[in-house]
């Protein structure tokens, strides 16, 4: 009798091995992808979900009934149907500002068909709260001052281990909670049904957008996560559709999911364009125009093109004394400005900022016959050189002076000095990663013009531009530097020789670590060279001033030229001759799908009010006149955009007082 209880206790042991087998989790110890599972199935497409990109990311959007939207527990846990006791709940977010009254659930667990609550994430506020079934109540955790209504991406992860509960937001510092006693190791979840992004009412809809909502038993995953360099973001399992869009469906079918992006509509004021605007579109009322941003800048969509219709005053611009150039320039962050170069060394040079759609006066910086302005960069430190004609004083040497942008100041001050002779211009440029800058020496003394203009190179050990090359010059009052492939060429504009205007100006390439020369263009008297591409066809057009001869004869309404590189004889070839008057600049610009051309005439011999003429390419044609402006010994032409529209302005030589104009267009 005795061995009768020793068989029974081995059977039952045996039994319930066999039954049994070794323990498992009730599910498995893997990132389990809550917002998955609350999406359609594969190939069905759902209404009251939308995909949105906001910010340069992806994210759901929930507008359809809660019980779309929710699955049954089963599906989580295979082996049991106790909730982990220890887990962690990761959440990427984005949702607007919320009503003081107002609360959201993220999700919730409810029992069988009952609105009886198992656990929660619910938001209000500046708060976060974790709710779970308690003992014969529900208990409530709550994280105060948790600032996400902020229409920013958020990602969160809960902790629960033992008594305590865990908030780490963007993987900033933890927020610790230790409760009275540790979370339940027998949740029964039997029956019961998760919820995404609801309670199963409308009423607690979240109206947010949601990246990210994973269950992760047995750890803490804010190790997993964090640091990591975009800790709003930071990704444990995020949905494949919320990862990649295809550029063309595979096959005619809808997609599973309408899918849109932020836009913005704007009356003309351009938006921000960042990494964090990246996908964003931006409709533009006034050029009627979808851009969208690439992270950097806004590219076009769709915009409907633009005409030159006519062209208007828009702003008389008095300045120090009568100006000879004007350099356009843009300072990131800071705005549009441009710099005179003004004739009275006594008055200075002003640099002037558009404000509320006019130039107004910005700074003054003092000047000595002031020619040129050059704005250019190297690497993030932004430059202004000036060319001045006169040293200080009488008898002293010249000097020109580039100034550095300061942006605590907010204001250009003296950086370097160079000497130069009767400086007419400075051209900047960069060849592969080396920055460069040319002046052009016009003359030494009264009688010499036949000296060097020299090409400096910026030296990054010293941080100063240092001699690189000379070259000889014949009263050198242009460079234009431009690229052609992967060639690099500088042309000098050479005026006078100290006999005649009618001399050759040079094209140089850039060969063997120097500029050698290429091409050599008769000019008459040449003030300006201006390079521009049409499509695939490479031009380059001379201002011709005067025709002064050996014998002493002098015209001044004389053809200046537009020249066309032949691909075929490797030089650059007569395309077009215009009549010109003393002209002393070019300046190519477009608007819409038209290429425009506008030449400063100055002086026809006996007056110098005169009209400048705007000439539109015309193909075959060449360039047609199209609009004649009156000007007043025209110096300089600029072409420059701003958020309203495309202006014109130009400078004169002969009076303190230059014009903006603006380009009306259909």
Not at 214 to 229: E, F, H, Q, W, Y
Request: with cysteine.
């Amino acid at each position: 009798m005795s061995e009768l209880p020793l068989l029974a206790c081995v059977l039952l042991s045996w039994i319930i091995t066999c039954q049994s087998g070794p323990w498992r989790p009730c599910t498995d110890l893997l990132p389990l992808d809550l917002l998955s599972r609350g999406l359609p199935a594969a190939g069905k497409a759902q209404d009251g979900i939308r995909m949105v990109q906001s910010r340069g990311v992806r994210g759901f959007q929930f507008s359809g009934s809660p019980q779309l939207f929710s699955f049954p527990a089963s599906q989580l846990f295979i082996n049991c149907n106790f909730f982990p006791a220890e887990f962690s709940i990761i959440v990427t977010l984005k949702i607007p500002q919320m009503a003081p009254e107002k609360s959201e659930y993220i999700f919730s667990l409810l029992e069988g068909d009952s609105d009886e609550l198992l656990l929660g994430l619910r938001l209000s506020q500046n708060k976060l709260h974790f709710l779970q079934k308690g003992q014969g109540s529900r208990k409530r955790i709550t994280f105060k001052a948790v600032s996400l209504a902020d229409n920013r991406w958020h990602t969160l992860v809960l902790a629960v281990t033992e008594q305590y509960t865990i908030l780490t937001v963007d993987c900033g510092i933890p927020l610790e909670i230790v409760l009275d006693s540790p979370f339940p190791d027998d949740l029964d979840t039997a029956g019961s049904t998760f919820f995404i992004a609801s309670r199963r009412r409308w009423n607690s809809l979240f109206s947010g957008m949601m990246r990210q909502l994973v269950l992760l038993p047995g750890s803490d995953a804010t190790s997993k996560i964090c640091p990591s360099s975009e800790p709003h973001l930071s990704a444990l399992s995020v949905p494949q559709a919320l990862l990649h869009l295809p550029i063309k469906p595979f096959s005619t079918d809808l997609p599973f999911y309408s899918y849109e992006a932020e836009v913005q509509v704007t009356a003309g004021v351009s938006p921000s364009c960042g990494h964090s605007e990246e996908g964003q579109l931006w409709f533009n009322t006034l050029q009627r125009g979808l851009f969208l941003c690439d992270g950097i800048k806004w590219l076009t969509l769709l915009q409907v093109k633009e005409r030159l219709d006519y062209v208007e005053d828009h702003q008389e611009l008095f300045t120090n004394s009568e100006t000879f150039d004007i350099e356009v320039f843009q300072i990131p962050s800071v705005g549009l400005f441009i710099a005179t170069a003004n004739r009275d060394s006594n008055l200075g040079s002003g640099i002037y900022k558009w404000t509320d759609g006019k130039f107004e006066r910005y700074q003054n910086i003092s000047t000595y016959d002031a020619q040129a302005w050059q704005y250019f960069t190297v690497g993030k430190k932004k430059f202004l050189a000036v060319a001045n004609c006169r040293g200080m004083d009488i008898g002293d040497q010249e000097q020109s002076i580039i100034y550095k942008w300061s942006s605590r100041k907010l204001k250009f001050i003296q950086y370097q000095t160079l000497n130069t002779f009767s400086a007419r211009d400075w051209e900047a440029f960069h060849i592969q990663d080396e920055a460069f800058l040319a002046v052009a020496n016009h003359r030494q003394g009264e009688r010499n013009h036949n000296i060097d203009s020299v090409i400096y190179k910026w030296n990054p050990i010293t941080q100063f531009f240092e001699v690189n090359q000379t070259i000889q010059t014949s009263g050198a009052y242009d460079w234009e530097f431009f690229m052609i492939g992967p060639f690099y060429f500088l042309a000098v504009a050479n005026t006078f020789n100290g006999r005649s205007t009618v001399i050759d100006s040079t094209i140089y390439i850039w060969l063997g670590g120097m500029f050698q020369p290429y091409q050599s263009i008769k000019t008459f008297g040449a003030i300006d060279w201006e390079m521009f591409q049409i499509e695939n066809r490479i031009f380059l057009a001379v201002a011709n001033s005067q025709m002064l001869t050996e014998e002493g004869k002098i015209l001044y309404s004389i053809n200046s030229t537009i020249y066309e590189l032949s691909m075929t004889s490797q030089a650059f070839i007569k395309f077009q001759d215009i009549e010109t008057n003393s002209a002393l600049d070019w300046e190519y610009f477009t608007v819409g799908d038209d290429k425009f051309l506008v030449v400063a005439n100055s002086y026809d011999g006996t007056s110098y009010s005169l009209n400048s003429v705007i000439y539109r390419w015309q193909g075959y044609e060449g360039f047609v006149p199209v609009h004649r402006l009156n000007t007043n010994g025209c110096r300089d032409w600029e072409f420059f955009n701003t958020t309203d529209g495309s202006y014109l302005i130009y400078s004169s030589a002969r009076a303190a007082l230059s014009k903006v104009l603006k380009l009306r267009t259909i």
